[in-house]
């Protein structure tokens, strides 16, 4: 294999950092790194969702329904390389099967969450210029709305010209060898929202995958081990279950479990099916460790788990929850840190765990706090940075180059964070650089939802700010003007929240809405979060 930090002799921190070196192959595919070399027999996924609908599948089997829908994609709709092509899914085989397909055909997979609304998945077709889209057919409002590209329809009816049923891969018998492709060409593309402008297309190559390998082995203490079993219940449409879980665990030839369920996240479902799989290793966001431990207090007394490492990142974790989850669900829980440009970056493991820190460097990552001239700085904050030249870090921002800029200070990649180094190395978060709200792990940008709530017929000016919460790490609050002849109530809250769900995403909508006569405003008009953010601390 290219990376496989298990081949290497080390016990501390210091050894590895000086024994490690990145093997990036001038070529490398992705799906063709976790199919074409792979004609076994062995488990790939486990299925399961809450109608009690089971199955498994090998790496033999997921190679041959892919040559069948890489002949439907090319010789059907068209799909070339270079294309891109957008995946609506929920946790299932045809998730996985249609990301590693688009890679081998030498596409761009589109990963879209599937909690996100009408407009959110409109916005990012049409941006990303994508051929076609693979979605559930029960998407009946988003259908509609993207009546110009090619959809495969999961477990539905063909409707309409421009549709097709993905089953009909069953029909399309082929033998298909990935193509060729460059290890810095375009592979995966995801989209973001920063605290300005509209949601931005993050595009990476197929050498993330293999960026990401050193951070996964050492978050779940060098994986992978004979009998492990991998899975998240993190959105499948997000790098955290993409980039640090399903990929990586494939390329080891390890077994996934995808668990489709709907609605809001389950601690007994999602604690039962680790139970039921015996899964070794989990990617567990901080907000559902928080729910487990709010409604299931001593796991480990309810359930027979065989967690052996948990990983935790996309917000800040706390020393509190990690030595709970130590005690009742594995003996190692590791928190890393990455943002969805440049992901898993510093990591923590067993043999230099720092509770509350974001750990150190990740083997082959060279990461620092820097000042405003670029130069690192230790025991004072500053904005967390990531070396160029690093295989996690994105191609750029989807026909926005100006933005893409703007994410760099000399020789370094700017995390969006601001954070300590201290004088051993570990880094520390201590706030965000921009307005970029994290809930629940999701990065969301407060523009994008104030242009959601601006659509209802009530409001006159809106702004949106991230407010702590212990759940969830925050929550959105939207500060709403309201037009003459409305008045406030909790009717016309619920309206509002409830089109932000529709709309943009579940996750997205305000849990908190406060009415108010107007809003702090610069001389040019621009909103002034930040008066807002202090003034929720002030009340705090």
């Known amino acids: 294999m290219e990376i496989d930090l298990r081949e290497l002799q080390f016990s501390t921190y210091e050894e590895l950092i000086n024994k490690f070196n990145w093997n990036i192959p001038q070529n490398f595919n992705i799906g063709e790194a976790i199919l074409d070399r792979n004609n076994e027999d062995s488990t790939a996924i486990y299925y399961e969702d809450e109608e009690g609908n089971k199955a ?49 055909l030498g596409g761009i ?12 998945v409109e916005y990012r077709i049409k941006h990303s210029e994508a051929k076609a889209i693979v979605m559930e057919g029960s998407k009946k409002d988003i259908r509609e709305k993207l009546n110009n590209i090619k959809i495969i329809l999961v477990n539905d009816e063909a409707k309409r010209d421009n549709e097709i049923e993905f089953d009909e891969i069953k029909r399309e018998a082929g033998n298909y060898s990935a193509v060729k492709t460059k290890s810095d060409d375009p592979a995966q593309l995801f989209y973001t929202s920063g605290s300005t402008g509209a949601p931005k297309g993050v595009l990476h190559a197929h050498r993330f995958l293999l960026g990401h390998i050193p951070a996964y082995q050492l978050y779940f203490e060098m994986a ?12 499948w449409g997000w790098i955290g279950a993409i980039g640090d879980v399903i990929l990586p665990s494939l390329y080891f030839k390890k077994p996934i479990v995808a668990y489709r369920r709907e609605g809001k996240f389950d601690p007994s479902s999602n604690l039962s099916i680790m139970q039921k799989y015996r899964v070794t290793c989990s990617f567990i966001p901080p907000t559902a460790l928080r729910i487990i431990r709010r409604e299931i207090e001593h796991p480990a007394k309810e359930y027979n788990l065989s967690l052996r490492a948990i990983s935790a990142a ?24 990455g943002c969805t440009e440049a992901n898993l970056v510093t990591v923590n493991n067993s043999l230099w765990r720092k509770i509350g820190s974001l750990g150190k460097p990740s083997a082959g990552h060279k990461v620092a706090v820097i000042d405003e001239d670029g130069k690192i700085i230790i025991g004072k904050i500053g904005e967390i940075a990531v070396k160029i030249k690093d295989p996690v870090v994105f191609l750029g921002y989807w026909k926005n180059p100006e933005a893409t800029e703007r994410k760099f200070r000399g020789e370094w990649f700017l995390m969006g964070d601001l954070g300590i180094m201290d004088e051993n190395g570990y880094i520390w978060f201590k706030g965000r650089a921009d307005d970029v709200i994290k809930v629940s792990g999701y990065r969301l940008g407060p523009e994008e939802i104030e242009k959601i709530i601006l659509q209802h017929p009530s409001v006159q000016d809106v702004a949106v700010i991230g407010k702590p919460d212990k759940v969830r790490g925050n929550i959105i609050k939207a500060f709403i003007v309201l037009k003459p002849g409305y008045h406030p109530s909790n009717e016309l809250k619920n309206q509002i929240q409830q089109l932000v769900k529709n709309k943009l995403a579940s996750y997205a909508y305000p849990r908190e809405i406060e009415f108010v006569n107007e809003l702090p405003r610069t001389e040019t008009g621009k909103l002034k979060r930040f008066e807002l953010r202090k003034k929720e601390e002030i009340r705090s």
Not at 57 to 82: H, Q, V
Not at 318 to 335: F, H, Q, T, Y
């Open 224 to 235: 992978p081990k004979d009998n492990d079993v991998f899975y998240t219940p993190a959105d």
């Open 56 to 104: 498994s599948y090998t790496f033999k089997e997921l190679k041959s329904f892919s040559d069948s829908l890489i002949k439907l994609l090319t010789e059907k709709i068209g799909i070339k390389k270079g294309d891109v092509l957008g995946v609506f899914l929920q946790p299932r085989v045809e998730t996985i099967l249609t990301i590693l397909s688009i890679y081998r």
């Open 109 to 120: 997979t589109l990963s879209i969450s599937p909690l996100m609304g009408t407009e959110a």
């Open 314 to 337: 996309g917000e800040a974790v706390g020393e509190d929850l990690i030595n709970w989850a130590m005690k009742e669900l594995s003996p190692n829980v590791n928190e890393f840190y």
